[in-house]
């Protein structure tokens, strides 16, 4: 049998305080120390956790890259008989009532068993409820990270056969599009009826000036040349511009951005300082147009590899992992 923990809620004003902290009340109690001198209340900063993990086929899936959207997270295991997979379905209901609105809305579904759960079986089984659902999962060392961010853990219990359950948490975490943890549900307290009107209040919330990276691909490179292009294409669901100030690659000396144009069928590239990307609008790139110079390449850049960047904004840093490929 399954057994679940469950994370205090500890993410507005007036709420229960983490139970690290009460832990450490609790033992300078009973060590006899005086009392500090009372403070003011403030409330406790909001959850800010970073999830970055690797999806089938390759791609990446990075939370920060998800600002602007509502993320539904869900921690469990496929082999979960009960809490797992009334959790997911209470999340494909949400979605149906979202109707077109759930656009904006995330369903990630991470799995804390990496020894039966794949990439592939993990999305898979996260799909069987929703062919939008993100299923994910990682090595042990990285599940224990994102889980540490949402102040949750997880571990195997044993019977007396060798077989085993994983006891984790059984709460929905709502994140919103600021990127901080909105809302904690428990299950029991998270079916639909409880999450659609906290999804809505997270949709209706202000949503920040933040920017999102698209499709970023970066073109292979043989042993000639020391230089290749990079495409990103960039989302802005705030309601300010983002101005796009710089990129980054890891082992790629220098990074610049230019403009292709054709002047009376002359092509002509212009550097530029910096690239705006309107509120609500989209900035892509493409070959003969808008595009990145990647210059002093430490080694070739081959089919299927990828390119770690960093894409500077005025509304703060984004790092991303680029495929490598050929353009299509």
């Known amino acids: 049998m399954s057994r679940y923990v469950f994370p205090m809620r500890t993410f507005a004003a007036g709420r229960q305080l983490p139970s690290a902290i009460l832990l450490l009340v609790l033992v300078a109690a009973c060590k006899g120390r005086e009392a500090a001198p009372a403070a003011a209340a403030t409330p406790p900063p909001r959850l800010e956790p970073q999830v970055r993990l690797t999806a089938p086929g390759g791609q990446v899936f990075d939370l920060q890259n998800e600002r602007g959207n509502v993320v539904l997270l869900f921690f469990g295991y496929t082999h979960c008989p009960d809490v797992c997979p009334t959790t997911l379905a209470d999340f494909a209901g949400v979605r149906r009532r979202l109707g ?24 898979a089984y996260a799909r069987s409820f929703d062919r939008t659902f993100i299923g994910l999962t990682g090595d042990s060392a990285t599940l224990a990270r994102i889980q540490r961010g949402f102040r949750v853990a997880s571990y195997i219990e044993k019977d007396s056969t060798g077989e085993y359950s994983v006891a984790h948490s059984a709460s929905v975490f709502i994140i919103g599009s600021d990127g901080t943890v909105q809302e904690t549900l428990r299950f029991g307290g998270a079916g639909v009826d409880q999450l659609y009107p906290v999804v809505l209040e997270a949709l209706n919330a202000p949503v920040p000036a933040q920017l999102r990276v698209v499709d970023p691909w970066v073109r292979t490179q043989g042993d000639v040349q020391s230089m290749s292009a990079g495409y990103f294409s960039f989302e802005n669901p705030g309601s300010t511009p983002v101005v796009v100030r710089g990129v980054s690659c890891a082992h790629i000396s220098m990074v610049t951005m230019h403009e292709s144009k054709d002047e009376h069928g002359t092509m002509r590239m212009t550097p530029l300082d910096s690239i705006v990307v309107p509120a609500g609008g989209r900035i892509a790139m493409a070959p003969g147009g808008i595009h990145l110079m990647l210059m002093g390449l430490a080694r070739p850049l081959n089919d299927g590899e990828h390119a770690e960047c960093t894409v500077r904004t005025s509304s703060g840093e984004l790092h991303l992992v680029a495929p490598v490929r050929g353009a299509r």
């Open 100 to 123: 077109m609105r759930s656009d904006r809305v995330r369903f990630v579904f991470i799995s804390v068993d990496p020894a039966r759960d794949t990439p592939d079986r993990a999305q």
